[in-house]
């Protein structure tokens, strides 16, 4: 196999760098532990570029090292009794906003996160995966290991649970300027 430029791996990176920390974070809910493996994910990533035959499916291949990371990351955790779920952290990479619409998404997003928590771990995956992380179906069908019609049910799932516990825990309204806003009961 002809071995990658390393200014690819560079490239590679550089563009999907906060897409892998974000699917990280959101998985293990533990920032630090979300830099390390992020660090692993593009380390292994490095070693192993030239095992990747198709280019164009270098994201999905990134994310499914993350995910692998992600279940040793939880085995090891069981193994020592460590609670993974220490805190919650950022889900969403911040642009560059006007400062009160910073604010507005900043607390629109820590409401999310938290109630994204109370969702179980499949479910949390598979919305991580395919509204954060941007996969198609098929991508997360090969990456879990199952059809796509079954990522298509998790999904729909997910979004439910996700629907009720939102109604359950938040009130949401309209300001003067029609932003949502959302209110913790």
């Known amino acids: 196999m002809k071995k990658f430029p390393e200014s690819d791996y560079y490239s590679i990176v550089e563009e999907y760098q906060s897409v892998i920390r974000r699917f990280i974070n959101i998985t293990v809910k533990n920032q630090w532990v979300a830099d390390d493996l992020t660090q692993e994910t593009f380390i292994k990533a490095y070693k192993n570029l030239d095992s990747l035959e198709d280019k164009s499916k270098i994201k999905s291949w990134l994310i499914r090292i993350a995910y692998n990371l992600c279940l040793d990351y939880f085995k ?19 642009n560059i906003l006007p400062m009160g619409k910073q604010l507005e998404r900043d607390e629109m997003s820590d409401c999310i996160k938290e109630k994204m928590s109370l969702l179980p771990q499949s479910y949390r995956t598979i919305l991580c995966l395919f509204d954060i992380a941007g996969l198609t179906h098929s991508e997360i069908a090969e990456m879990l290991e199952i059809n796509v019609g079954n990522v298509k049910v998790r999904l729909h ?29």
Do not use: G, Q, W
């Open 157 to 185: 799932r997910a979004r439910i649970k996700m629907k009720e516990i939102l109604k359950e825990h938040c009130t949401f309204s309209s300001d003067e300027r029609a932003v949502l806003i959302c209110i913790p009961k």
């Open 76 to 94: 090891t955790a069981a193994k020592n009794k460590i609670d993974s779920l220490d805190c919650i952290e950022e889900v969403f990479a911040s």
